[in-house]
């Protein structure tokens, strides 16, 4: 749409704000809000805004940083804060001399993409978010005793406030452009997930923000939590988000190709084998937290070796049945705590660079790799994903292509953060240790 297009939707829905919106470095959403008189201004020129106040960006005397909105994403918000009505852009980050910043994860994502289409590739994702609700309680989250439901997957309960909010969800989706293709109870209690339909990459991770807010949103307005992380409740499922990967070029899909073995292409499985290459640097990234890694832990569905497959969900990547154009991979130790553009720069990139360098996969695993032992795994030799975010960062840092992929600002700002994420952890004394040892010691 063109400004004067957007501003004439505005006038039409009584828009009365705007809200500029950027991720940080750990995928927290960030925004800034202004009237609807500013917008001419702002949509021609952008904003400028204090870059050392987020996380992870500059420093204090460099601090004057650009938002560029990207007039693609404008969306009207579809529910209104005491019946006022406002809009959303996002945004790209440029810093004082009006060059792209290096530290803006949307940028990261770019230039990855940028390098696919010069070797002649679109990419297409279509994520699968996993989350939970729970009701609040007057002290705050209730415990896991007093989960909204006792579900499983697919099942049809009696109508609920989970299975209502859901809805609302799906609905305030469709309003704001998505194409949501399912809508379901999860493995664990009070557990659900939503799938929106696969889009390129970039929009699709700007997606990722958005359902993440509108799922959090709909959620509140029903004095309801819903959280993305990881490992919520002891004993039970975690959350993950597959991410369902595929490749175009010339308009047909890269993946497919009904004369190989498998149908799948040459280039499919060099992809494959490019992730399967760097798996343990992307786990830094694509499980990003402490508590991500008590959800890749076996016997609760998530995959914890380094492993492909044809339909078997046991393994890291599985390659689902449909061939022609919707054959695809399906990446599934990711989990919705991760910053989506991140996570999704290092993994395409790892896929590319399998492309480039012809990097052959293992054959694929067709046993359920959840019953082997250790010394049928390393017969086989599959190799473990990292048991935890230290271990997962020291790939990181021996890793020049995650130096490479993100850049030096990124690179050194996200070991940073994450090594302080892990000394916290580790000096820290949980309810578990001391509801164990007090007593007994």
């Not at 940028?114 to 939970?132: H, Q």
Request: proline share 5%.
């Amino acid at each position: 749409m063109e400004i004067s297009e957007i501003i004439k939707k505005c006038e039409e829905f009584s828009v009365k704000f705007i809200r500029l919106r950027i991720t940080d470095i750990n995928g927290m959403p960030k925004n800034v809000e202004f009237p609807i008189s500013q917008i001419e201004g702002v949509l021609k020129d952008g904003m400028m805004f204090d870059g050392s106040s987020i996380d992870g960006f500059v420093r204090i005397e460099e601090s004057d940083m650009m938002l560029i909105p990207d007039l693609k994403t404008f969306t009207i918000l579809p529910w209104t804060s005491d019946g006022v009505r406002t809009a959303r852009f996002i945004c790209d980050v440029y810093d004082s001399d009006m060059k792209p910043f290096d530290g803006d994860p949307r940028y990261v994502l770019k230039k990855v993409i940028k390098e696919a289409a010069n070797m002649g590739f679109e990419t297409f994702v279509g994520p699968e978010p996993e989350f939970f609700m729970v009701e609040k309680s007057d002290s705050g989250v209730k415990s896991d005793l007093d989960l909204m439901d006792s579900g499983g997957y697919f099942d049809l309960l009696p109508v609920d406030k989970g299975e209502r909010i859901r809805k609302n969800i799906v609905i305030a989706l469709e309003k704001m452009g998505f194409e949501v293709e399912a809508a379901h109870h999860e493995v664990a209690p009070s557990q659900h997930e939503i799938d929106f339909r696969y889009t390129d990459i970039l929009k699709t991770a700007d997606n990722i923000q958005t359902f993440k807010w509108v799922v959090k949103t709909m959620a509140l307005m029903e004095n309801v939590y819903a959280s993305f992380m990881p490992k919520v409740f002891p004993k039970i499922n975690g959350s993950g988000m597959h991410l369902n990967m595929s490749l175009n070029k010339d308009g047909q899909n890269a993946f497919c190709d009904e004369t190989k073995k498998h149908g799948l292409s040459d280039l499919a499985l060099y992809f494959i084998g490019g992730i399967i290459n760097h798996a343990k640097e992307i786990t830094a990234f694509a499980n990003p937290t402490v508590n991500s890694y008590k959800r890749l832990i076996p016997g609760y569905e998530a995959p914890v070796n380094i492993s492909w497959a044809l339909g078997n969900r046991s393994a890291m990547i599985r390659v689902p049945s449909c061939r022609g154009k919707k054959t695809r991979i399906e990446f599934r130790s990711p989990d919705p705590s991760c910053n989506p553009y991140l996570a999704l720069a290092i993994t395409l990139a790892a896929g590319l660079e399998g492309i480039k360098n012809k990097i052959t996969p293992p054959d694929p695993i067709d046993v359920n790799i959840f019953h082997l032992n250790d010394s049928q795994k390393e017969e086989m030799a599959i190799e473990n994903l990292p048991a935890d975010l230290n271990e997962s960062i020291k790939y990181v840092k021996k890793s020049e292509f995650c130096r490479k992929i993100i850049g030096e600002h990124i690179y050194k700002t996200f070991i940073n953060i994450k090594e302080k994420e892990w000394e916290e952890y580790i000096t820290n004394v949980s309810k578990w240790e001391y509801e164990k040892y007090f007593r007994n010691y």
